[in-house]
Structures are given as C-alpha cells and as structure tokens.
C-alpha cells in the first residue's frame, strides 16, 4: 500500500475501535491502517498493529515534568499528550514523512491522500485540528514530520519553562474552559502552538466546497439536531448535514462520535462493500468484546489486590 498512514493511537480493549479502522480501511484502500497500541487491542484484521512501548522513551520523558491541570483522570490527560510523541517517534522509526492521525471514536468518509493533497494546494499549514472552545486534535493531519517535531518540542517547552506553563493556564482561562469543565489539555496546547505563532493548524471545521470534517455529533455547531446528536442524512452515499445559517446540506468527511450515547451509535454509520471487509468487521468485533471483557476481569483483580486500576499515562 502506497496511500497516507491512517494511525490510530488506542489503549486497551473498546467496542468501537474496530468501526473507526474497518470504516478507513474501506474509504481510503490505498492507506495501510495503522494501530499504535498495546497488547488489550492486539488482533484486529486487516490493520498493523505496533505496541506503543518501542516508541514510548520521549513520552516518558515528558510524563516527568507533566503536571496535571485537568478535570479529567490523570491516566487519560496524560496519554493524550504523550501520544504526540509516540506518533513522532514511530514516523521516525519508520521514515514516514506524513500521515493522517485519526482518534478512535472517528470515522472517516474521504480518502486520506487525496484530501491532504487538497488541502496542500489551497492551504499552508503544520497541523490539522477541528476549532471548538479550541482546537481538538481528533483529525490531524500531519503533511511532515518536521511540523510534529515542532509540536512536541513546544509541549515539551510549555511543562518545563515557568513562563511558558502560566502562558498556558493564561490561555485556559481566557477560553473560559474551566468553567465548561475540562482544564489543561492537549486541545490547549494546539491552541497555543497555533495562537503564539509556533506553529500554523488548519481548522478543518471551516466549511470548504461545502465539505467539513466534524466537530462532534453531540454539539451543537450552525447543524440540525435531532434527540441530542446531529441529524445525519445520507446523500449519494455520503453522511451530510442540514447547515441551519446558509440552508445547504453539508457533507461531512469525518464523524466524530465523542461520548457514550454517540459511540453506541458507530456501528450504523460503517459503510463497507466488499464480503472482505465485513467478514474482518464482524470478526474484529467479536475478538474485542473478549478482550474488553478480559480487561476488566484484569482491572478488578488489581483492585482487589489493591494497585490501581490503571496506571497513569503510557
């Protein structure tokens, strides 16, 4: 496969990861689907899976001067950040100048290469991100390694320089995040990375040739809604959205299923043709729910033997 790297970066076992792979696999054939993991997503059909451990020593090395600003749990926030570095250094490892970074809960309805070679033509950029109250990182295309070198440098910047980390807090509090729950973030980071002039991210909730990539189905951003999610049409075969101000369907090239009553809902939105593909479906499916299952067996045990029940960051 010649195509753009589709990478997922995903820890442990989940029901919905093998929608977000089979769903790339399928629209963008060319690309090899890439999963950096560990040995609870070990197993799918027709991906790469890589054991994020080969490539964690600089994600590491920043989980030593982290510091947690955050709502959420310190072993989610901090993987978040580190995985930044795991996908730096797995592109170094595997001289790959540029890939599509995908989160898990994302499916894509548009050739990876072909789009980034689109938005090349038209646009100068480091990083792709989707703006909200900031610029979620959960459709990233990276066009060259030297702009995610860039980045984790940056972020490496902000956790151990004084001046940059209250820059940091600054920025939160001025997009009044904390007030909306959440904290220090990496969305936070690619805000500022953006903002301060250290690097230049493409908002690709912007509507081009009215195409976007979603922000996610459970907010509310100029859409219809329906029952709390997006109203999504399908139109010639493509997810599209009814865009309240100009009146126009707009034709989504991703979906973004954040939170639970959307993620339950992945599964109806996979579009695959071939017997191949679904067979792999079904059979990564099946193969995941065992091993969610053996993932919470294990859990328990920890706790009842009184470790945590997970560990904070990679």
Same mark, same amino acid.
């Given at each position: ?7 997922? /970066? ?7 990861? +093998?929608?977000?792979?089979? &769903?790339?696999?399928? /629209? ?34 920043? &989980? ?17 950040? &580190? ?16 890939? %599509? ?41 990276? +066009? ?30 001025? %997009? ?58 399908? /139109?010639?075969?493509? +997810? ?9 369907? /707009? ?13 339950? &809902? ?5 579009? %695959? ?38 560990n904070p960051g990679i």
């Amino acid at each position: 496969m010649n195509g753009l790297p589709i990478i997922f /970066i995903h820890r442990d076992a989940c029901y919905y990861l +093998p929608h977000s792979v089979a &769903q790339a696999r399928a /629209i963008s054939s060319d690309s090899p689907v890439i999963v950096l993991g560990n040995d609870g997503n070990r197993g799918l059909k027709g991906v790469r899976h890589v054991h994020y451990d080969q490539h964690a020593g600089s994600a590491r090395k920043f &989980q030593t001067i982290y510091q947690h600003r955050s709502d959420h749990r310190i072993h989610d926030e901090l993987f978040c950040f &580190q995985r930044w570095f795991v996908l730096r250094d797995f592109l170094r490892a595997e001289n790959m100048d540029a890939c %599509l970074y995908l989160d898990s809960d994302v499916l894509l309805f548009v050739d990876a290469g072909k789009e980034l070679a689109a938005l090349r033509e038209r646009e100068t950029f480091d990083l792709t991100a989707v703006q909200g109250t900031s610029l979620s990182p959960h459709s990233v295309f990276v +066009p060259c390694l030297e702009s995610l070198e860039r980045l984790c440098e940056f972020q490496m910047l902000c956790y151990s320089d004084a001046e940059w980390f209250d820059r940091l807090e600054i920025h939160l509090n001025t %997009l009044g995040e904390k007030e909306n729950g959440g904290g220090v973030s990496d969305m936070t980071i690619f805000s500022l990375f953006n903002q301060s002039g250290k690097g230049c991210v493409l908002d690709l909730h912007q509507i081009r040739d009215e195409t976007v990539f979603d922000l996610y189905l459970g907010r509310p951003s100029g859409y219809e809604m329906k029952d709390r999610l997006m109203r999504v049409s399908w /139109i010639q075969g493509f +997810p599209c959205g009814l865009h309240l101000e100009s009146g126009k369907w /707009i034709r989504f090239k991703t979906l973004h299923f954040q939170g639970s009553q959307a993620k339950a &809902q992945m599964g109806e939105f996979v579009r %695959l043709s071939s017997d191949e593909e679904k067979r792999d479906h079904r059979d990564n499916l099946k193969h995941s729910a065992r091993m969610v299952t053996l993932g919470n067996w294990r859990r328990r045990l920890r706790r009842w033997s009184g470790k945590p029940a997970w560990n904070p960051g990679i």
